[in-house]
């Protein structure tokens, strides 16, 4: 067990809808990263937060978005989801800036039909 | 840019064998961290190493050792007396110590581990 804590693990929508995940980190890790993974772009980084300010950009789309709250959980919300979104979304926390370790969650399963 | 390379895409083995994972990468920073991580089949990602670039001695863990070699660029992983619980999809991963501290990940190579 990682200690992070990714809510829900699978997700099944349709085209055009709009999804939140949901990520608790490892107790005293003060940024959040997301991860994509597809079978045709394998693990790709998508945003990073630092003790709940954006740190860094990825390949995020225009249609996603995340935020980092104060109590810093971490929510990344996809809207107007497209076939292509179905992946593994996963969430990853470290102590510091990016340096340490990164620690995964268990990642959500989105499939869109 | 940072590239990963794992070229083996899949690995099949017999049990108790010795199997070694490929992995090179690219960068253009001097200061990085390289790292493995293992994701089995129930899919979660779990951290294995850690090493940053200044530090070149191989690492043993139980049945698990890394060969890192700044010459070649490569960071390889041996597993001793593989086991079939072993089986998983190992990623190899690059992170520099500027700019975004962003993992960026090979493409994985899928061991199988026959009994």
């Known amino acids: 067990d990682s200690g992070v804590t990714q809510t829900p693990k699978h997700l099944i929508t349709a085209t055009g809808q709009r999804v939140t995940l949901r990520c608790s980190p490892r107790?005293?890790?003060?940024?959040v990263y997301w991860y994509q993974q597809s079978l045709d772009q394998g693990l790709q980084f998508l945003i990073q937060?630092?003790?709940?300010?954006?740190?860094a950009k990825g390949n995020i789309l225009e249609r996603f978005s995340a935020q980092q709250f104060p109590d810093l959980h971490s929510e990344l919300n996809l809207s107007s989801l497209e076939l292509g979104d179905s992946a593994l979304y996963f969430c990853?926390?470290?102590?510091?800036?990016?340096?340490?370790?990164?620690?995964f969650g268990d990642g959500t399963r989105l499939s869109i039909l | 840019a940072q590239k990963v390379t794992q070229a083996q895409t899949e690995i099949s083995v017999v049990e108790k064998e010795d199997v070694t994972l490929d992995c090179v990468y690219e960068?253009?920073?001097?200061?990085?961290?390289l790292f493995w991580y293992k994701q089995p089949p129930s899919g979660e990602l779990v951290f294995l190493i850690r090493?940053?670039?200044?530090?070149?001695q191989n690492e043993i863990s139980g049945r698990y050792s890394w060969n890192f070699q700044k010459s070649t660029s490569s960071f390889n992983f041996t597993i001793t007396a593989s086991q079939v619980v072993d089986s998983a999809v190992y990623f190899c991963?690059?992170?520099?110590?500027?700019?975004?501290?962003?993992?960026?990940f090979g493409q994985g190579t899928r061991l199988t581990i026959n009994p």
């Open positions: 990853a926390s470290s102590k510091d800036r990016g340096l340490q370790p990164q620690h």
């Open positions: 107790s005293g890790d003060l940024s």
């Open positions: 937060y630092y003790n709940g300010e954006e740190r």
């Open positions: 960068t253009r920073d001097t200061t990085y961290y």
């Open positions: 090493r940053n670039s200044f530090d070149e």
């Open positions: 991963a690059l992170k520099t110590y500027q700019g975004a501290q962003k993992l960026v």
